[in-house]
Every structure is written in structure tokens, then in C-alpha cells.
């Protein structure tokens, strides 16, 4: 196969211009052979997300993958032409496609095909479901599950390997917490892996031991269950396509029209199976990858073969570059590009790295615990020195404040060095940020991330092992939006479901299952929340050229909601249904309860557009493109 993967992060492409002029109506300058059919959207609240209140249109018109007009209804009927699909909103609302800024997809997509441990209550439960799981499974494949929570069970603690032994005795069996920082392995996949009691901890982790002595126990934590998953079998051929499919599918579902693999690494196949779905043309959505810092060689050096691939005058080889792309970004290949690199420096809330002792040490912990850090300052410091002024964006991992202050110094170093760069360093998670540390975060033009669901599944323990002070100002959404900084809302999938809308919602709510509201000064409003899985998160991900608001010349990534999120009982937001989506203009998902009247008038073919694809030639402006990209891969 060849690797064609990441090319756009070696190699500074000329940037696109902006929004565009809307072309006159009933033309296309990217078509030959007369106009391409409009799209026009009417009859709902359509939210532009432009500005920092709520800016509503008549209607939107959408050309071949893009928007050409946003504004009144009669101006919006001469913009569409005769060549128009009319699509009636009904009072439903239209709004830009969600942008997920903190993801792994395709770790998501390995877990379809392993067991949900979601919800179980007691280890003799998780045995249970991995038995009936294990039937399911190839002979030669790990027997796998995801998704359990320590805390919320019976024994308070990780499954030891005698107790996952009963699953099996002779076949590897390995579950991850619903975190995805720990896990637990049986006796047959230690012994697969050689770990036994001579194994030492790695940098950054530990594997739990039996009382007294150096044997694992079956538990580990963090860089640990990292190492062992690295060792699963990788997913090859129909296997890895129906990875990043079915993942796929999930993402749009949920009203998303880019995707994010923050970790791309975690597994030793990650790459491959991205390659092959690069290769086979296979996303119907963007996904934007960060490449774990370990592998960070790894995925730049297969940038390299991209180049190769991509450097052939072969007409062919051009157009499959430019297929499909409505703004000719660049930076992506068959829906795929690199953003940059991504850092744990701590863990999960119980492993939050802070500068002061919990007010409640999690199971298991002595009074005075802080957690710990999980990268040396040399080696974040190192990268940040060598990536700060290029067009690799840094994501890191940070739960405590000692884990944003590690960060803040390292970036603080390489400003001192290199001078401010539009770099946006990403603050993931950034679950307790003290005030002078927010301030320090403006400075360097940093962004947080919020997983904001956590703090209804888990605000209460969170309230209890952080104290209030900590508690009540984590993610402090309102804090940040003070002082002037763009937060964005991620769901961290497969940690929680790849939705969007509770996110909003708990962003705005801040409440608990158990009804306490968790800090309430730090509530945000419903457009806030929006604006955070838009136009904020387009800008986080360097995309807010192209994506994030309802403007002309930006590409349709467009989503239908059942309900104005805007209109409704703030407690009601996270239940809104995503009835639609749709990429560059073309439909990537339809909820079955719930299809959009459209009135077809002028063009009796199906509304699927396809700019620049292979069934007609290039026009001299898509000639040129194509030359300037291959030189530019030189």
C-alpha cells in the first residue's frame, strides 16, 4: 500500500484565501458544461453562528459543496436559479456541522468490535459479558473489553487476572476503564507479554503487584495499559475498514462533520488502518489526526512516502488528489490530515496531577496524594522547541494544575526562544486551571478543551477528591470566555459516547446525576456552548477558514436539529435529535424517524455533488491547483 499518509505537515502549503465571492447565479466556476444544481435550505431557524450573539437567515443556498448565499428568502430564490433542490426545514433548525476538537476515532471504531462494559456493577458482571463476548471472537483474537468504572462498582477496585481468568485461562483477555488510563489483563495475556514479577514499571505508569511481593496483579494504570495494548493483534484488510466506517457512521450521527483521532498510535495498527482508509477512499467525513508523541517519527516519516505518491504527473494520481474536496484543502488527502502531536501529562480525575493534596485521596491512596506526571520536562520542553514555530500543533493531556503548569512552562519556554507563533496549544481536558494560570494561557494564545459530560457522570466523586475551590472552578468555560480565550466542548469518544449536544448541555447545566450543581458561576450560555463545538472549535482545530459558521465561500458542513438548542429548556438540550447530516453539501447521515421534504426542481438526478471528480476534466484554474500542490510536494 502506498503511504500517502500526512504530507501536509511536512510541507507549507499556499493557504487558502478565505470566504469567497458568491459566484453569479446559476453558475460554478469549478465546472464544465454548464451549472451545477443548488441547494436551498428554508423554513427554520437557521443559526449562522457568526458573532457572539444569536444571528439567524431566511435561508442558505448551497453549490457544489459550498455556500453561496446566507440571507433573506427572496434574495436567496435568485441566488438558487432555476437549478435548485428546495429543502423545507419544516421548523426545524440548520446550524454549521459539529467539530469534534478532542476525539480517537479510531480507537472508537476498535471498540465496536469489542465488549461494552458500560454500566456494570460488579466484577462477577464483567465476567459475565466478556464470556458471552468471547464466543464472538476469532481463536486467534484477544478477547477484549471497555468501558467499566472501578468506582462505580461493587469492589471499588480493578478485576484481578485470577478473577478474568474466568473468562479464560489459555486466551488473552484485556478490559479498559471507561477512562482509557487503566485496565486489567488475565494470566494468559501476561504471559503472552512476558510480564511477571521481574517487570518494572514504565516511565509514567504502574502495574498494580499482589500484596508483598513484585507479581502483577492483572491491574495496571496509564503508560502501562498503553505498552500492553500496543501488543494486540492488528486489524487488517475488511476488518480495519469496518473500523473506521462504523466509527464514521457514529460521528456523523451525532451531527458531526469532522472527526479527531487524538492519539493516533495508541495502537500499533493506527497507522495502517488510516492508511487504509486514506487508500480506499473511505471517510465520508474529515478526521484531523494528532499522532501520539511516540510515534511521532513514525507518522512523519510515512509522510514521506505521501510526497512520493502525490509527486507523479499521472493524471489519475491528480485528480484523486483533488476529488471531493469543495475547498481544495490542502492539507487533507481523501479526508484525512495531520494536525499535529499529543502529550499525557497526567491522568484521569483520580490521577489528576495537582500542586496540592487531594481533599480526598482516591481508594487506595495515602493522605497528602497528588498524582503524578506522566512526560519529563525535557522531553515536552524538547518538542515544543522544535515544533512552536512549524504547523504541528501540540495537544496535551492536562486533568490537575501542576499538569497545566508543566505545559504553560514548556510553551513559555519556546516563546522566550522562538517569539509568538499561531501555534494554539490545546489544553486537553483542562480540568483545574488556577487563575494566574488562565491568564498565562491567554498569553500564549493557548485553548481549552472541555470534556464537559464528566461533570455530570462524575462531578460528585470529582467534588469529593478535589474539594470545592478545585471542584466548583473545573472547567471554568466563563473564567476563560473573562479572559478573552476560545474554549472548545469535546466528548473524548470512546470514554463517552461521540455526541455532541449533552455536551452543550453540560457545559450550560454543570449539574450531576445526583442533581448538585457543580460550580454555577461557571455555567455558560446555550450559544456559548454552540459556539464551542463550531466557530470556536474551527478555530482550535485552524480551520476557521473553511468550517465553523454559516458564511459564503465556507464549505456546507451543515446539520438538522430537531430543536432550536437556543429555544429550548436548558435541561433539554442534550436530548435534542440530530435529524441530518451533511457534508459538502451532500447527506452523510438521515435519522430513519425523521426525513427533510425536498422539492426537486430542474435537475431529475439525485442531489449528489461531486466536485472536481473524475467524470469531467479539469478547468484550467484546477490545472493550475494541481500543479502548484505537486510542486509544492518537492
Not at 315 to 325: D, S
Request: net charge neutral; hydrophobic share 40%.
Amino acid at each position: 500500500m502506498k503511504k500517502w499518509f500526512l504530507l501536509f505537515a511536512l510541507f507549507p502549503f499556499f493557504s487558502c484565501n478565505g470566504p469567497a465571492k458568491s459566484p453569479e447565479a446559476g453558475t460554478d466556476n469549478n465546472t464544465i458544461g454548464g451549472p451545477s444544481p443548488a441547494t436551498m435550505y428554508f423554513n427554520g431557524d437557521i443559526i449562522t453562528m457568526v458573532g457572539d450573539t444569536a444571528q439567524y437567515a431566511e435561508a442558505l443556498v448551497e453549490r457544489a459543496g459550498k455556500i453561496v448565499f446566507v440571507g433573506a428568502m427572496d434574495e436567496a430564490l435568485k441566488e438558487a436559479g432555476d437549478a435548485v433542490v428546495k429543502v423545507d426545514l419544516a421548523g426545524k433548525t440548520l446550524t454549521p456541522g459539529f467539530i469534534d476538537t478532542h476525539g480517537h476515532m479510531v480507537y472508537y471504531g476498535k471498540n465496536l468490535m469489542d465488549q461494552d462494559l458500560t454500566g456494570v456493577k460488579d466484577i462477577p458482571e464483567i465476567v459475565s459479558r466478556m464470556k458471552a463476548h468471547a464466543s464472538t471472537v476469532a481463536n486467534d483474537a484477544w478477547i477484549v473489553g471497555m468501558g467499566y468504572q472501578p468506582l462505580k462498582m461493587k469492589e471499588n477496585r480493578h478485576p484481578t487476572a485470577d478473577e478474568l481468568d474466568e473468562v479464560s485461562k489459555d486466551r488473552p483477555v484485556l478490559i479498559v476503564h471507561s477512562s482509557g488510563h487503566g485496565g486489567s489483563m488475565n494470566h494468559a495475556l501476561m504471559k503472552l507479554l512476558g510480564i511477571d514479577e521481574k517487570i518494572k514499571d514504565p516511565a509514567g505508569g504502574e502495574y498494580l503487584r499482589v500484596k508483598g511481593s513484585q507479581m502483577p496483579l492483572g491491574g495496571m494504570e496509564e503508560t502501562a495499559l498503553i505498552d500492553v495494548r500496543n501488543k494486540r493483534p492488528a486489524f487488517t484488510g475488511e476488518s480495519a475498514a469496518k473500523v473506521i466506517q462504523g466509527a464514521a457512521e457514529r460521528w456523523a450521527s451525532f451531527g458531526q462533520t469532522t472527526a479527531m483521532e487524538c492519539g493516533l498510535g495508541l495502537g500499533a495498527d493506527d497507522i495502517s488502518i488510516v492508511e487504509n482508509a486514506i487508500d480506499k477512499n473511505l471517510l465520508p467525513i474529515d478526521l484531523v489526526c494528532f499522532a501520539k508523541e511516540s510515534e511521532t517519527d513514525n507518522v512523519v516519516n510515512s509522510a514521506y512516502g505521501v510526497s512520493e505518491a502525490f509527486a507523479s504527473a499521472d493524471t489519475g494520481v491528480a485528480r484523486k488528489l483533488m476529488a471531493g474536496r469543495a475547498d481544495l484543502d490542502k492539507r487533507y488527502i481523501n479526508r484525512v490530515r495531520l494536525g499535529g502531536i499529543k502529550f499525557w501529562l497526567d491522568g484521569n480525575p483520580q490521577m489528576a496531577w495537582m500542586s496540592e493534596a487531594y481533599a480526598t485521596p482516591p481508594p487506595g491512596r495515602k493522605a497528602g496524594y497528588k498524582a503524578y506526571g506522566q512526560i519529563p520536562d525535557s522531553v515536552l520542553f524538547s518538542f515544543f522547541d522544535k515544533y512552536w514555530t512549524s504547523n504541528m500543533q501540540i495537544n496535551m493531556h492536562v486533568q490537575g494544575d501542576q499538569a497545566v503548569e508543566q505545559a504553560l512552562q514548556a510553551i513559555e519556554a519556546a516563546v522566550k526562544k522562538h517569539g509568538m507563533r499561531d501555534h494554539r496549544p490545546v489544553f486537553v481536558h483542562c480540568g483545574y486551571a488556577r487563575p494566574d494560570q488562565i491568564a498565562r494561557i491567554k498569553a500564549v494564545g493557548g485553548i481549552p478543551t472541555f470534556l464537559s459530560i464528566g461533570l455530570a457522570g462524575q462531578g460528585d466523586e470529582v467534588l469529593k477528591m478535589w474539594g470545592n475551590k478545585r471542584a466548583f472552578n473545573g472547567m471554568a468555560g466563563v473564567s476563560m470566555l473573562k479572559a478573552g480565550i476560545h474554549f472548545t466542548l469535546s466528548h473524548d469518544a470512546p470514554i463517552t459516547p461521540p455526541a455532541i449536544l449533552p455536551l452543550i448541555s453540560a457545559a450550560v447545566n454543570r449539574t450531576t446525576i445526583t442533581g448538585n450543581v457543580i460550580g454555577p458561576d461557571q455555567r455558560v450560555t446555550a450559544y456559548q456552548g454552540m459556539q464551542a463545538v463550531t466557530s470556536s472549535a474551527a478555530y482550535q482545530i485552524k480551520e476557521e477558514k473553511n468550517k465553523g459558521t454559516l458564511e459564503v465561500g465556507k464549505l456546507a458542513d451543515l446539520v438538522i436539529l430537531e430543536q432550536n438548542p437556543l429555544k429550548v429548556d436548558p435541561k433539554a438540550i442534550g436530548n435534542i435529535k440530530v435529524m441530518q447530516t451533511i457534508k459538502e453539501g451532500k447527506t452523510v447521515y438521515v435519522r430513519k424517524d425523521g426525513a427533510i421534504a425536498m422539492e426537486q426542481r430542474g435537475f431529475p438526478d439525485d442531489h449528489a455533488h461531486e466536485s472536481g471528480g473524475d467524470k469531467q476534466p479539469l478547468t484550467d484554474h484546477q490545472k493550475k491547483t494541481v500543479a502548484m500542490l505537486l510542486r509544492a510536494s518537492h
